[in-house]
């Protein structure tokens, strides 16, 4: 009858290591005037990885409407709907926290180029972006671990009027941490409606 053990044993043993190894994810993104696309890759087990590229995220052509719009829908008032958010936000912002703690940053890069109508305009947009990303990626670099330098470059461009994105990072973290993070989300979000 040992034999009967062994199968939920190694299900057992497979779901742990799944919990523990981490899950890397990449994301480029690319943007100037020709073209511009999301790609998504993530890394599960150490071989096993998924990719999706999505092409043209900005500047989509609009699909056309439907023949018959169907009725309007209740809509909820706008004040429940901001309590309702207000709520989810108060639930879920510790167990981000708790996520962002625990996720590790391998790689950032992001480059901008960016040139306005004249020399003026062209350098305060650039001190401007300057600004932003240092802000943005001090309060990144807070909330996470880091294990790499940002790797930040702003071009500007006097000669004529142009914009474009680089920007590339990877992240992993375990599962077990998104996990423990839903199941604490979902608590206090649920201890939070109970009490309202």
Same mark, same amino acid.
């Given at each position: 009858m040992a034999w009967f053990w062994w199968p939920p044993a190694v299900l057992l043993l497979i779901f742990l290591l799944f919990l523990i190894i981490p899950v890397?994810?990449?994301?480029?993104?690319?943007?100037?005037?020709?073209e511009n696309y999301l790609a998504l890759q993530i890394k599960i087990w150490p071989g096993i990885k998924y990719r999706k590229i999505i092409?043209?995220?900005?500047?989509?052509?609009?699909?056309?409407?439907?023949?018959?719009?169907?009725?309007p829908a209740k809509k909820a008032p706008l004040k429940e709907k901001l309590s309702r958010w207000r709520r989810l936000f108060k639930a879920a912002f510790p167990s981000l926290l708790f996520l962002l703690r625990r996720t590790k940053l391998h790689r950032v890069r992001w480059h901008t180029k960016v040139g306005l109508s004249d020399a003026y305009s062209t350098a305060l947009a650039a001190g401007f972006l300057w600004g932003a990303k240092g802000f943005l990626l001090s309060v990144l670099y807070r909330l996470s671990s880091p294990l790499c330098l940002p790797d930040l470059v702003i071009v500007p461009d006097f000669r004529q009027p142009s914009f474009a994105?680089?920007?590339?990072?990877?992240?992993?973290?375990?599962?077990? @941490?998104?996990? #423990? *993070?839903?199941?604490? +989300?979902? @608590?206090?979000? #649920? *201890?939070?409606?109970? +009490?309202?």
């Open positions: 890397s994810l990449e994301v480029r993104f690319l943007y100037r005037r020709e092409p043209r995220i900005i500047g989509k052509t609009q699909a056309a409407p439907p023949k018959e719009l169907p009725l994105v680089v920007f590339a990072a990877t992240i992993s973290v375990r599962p077990v @941490y998104i996990l #423990l *993070t839903g199941i604490k +989300a979902g @608590y206090l979000y #649920l *201890t939070s409606w109970s +009490a309202a």
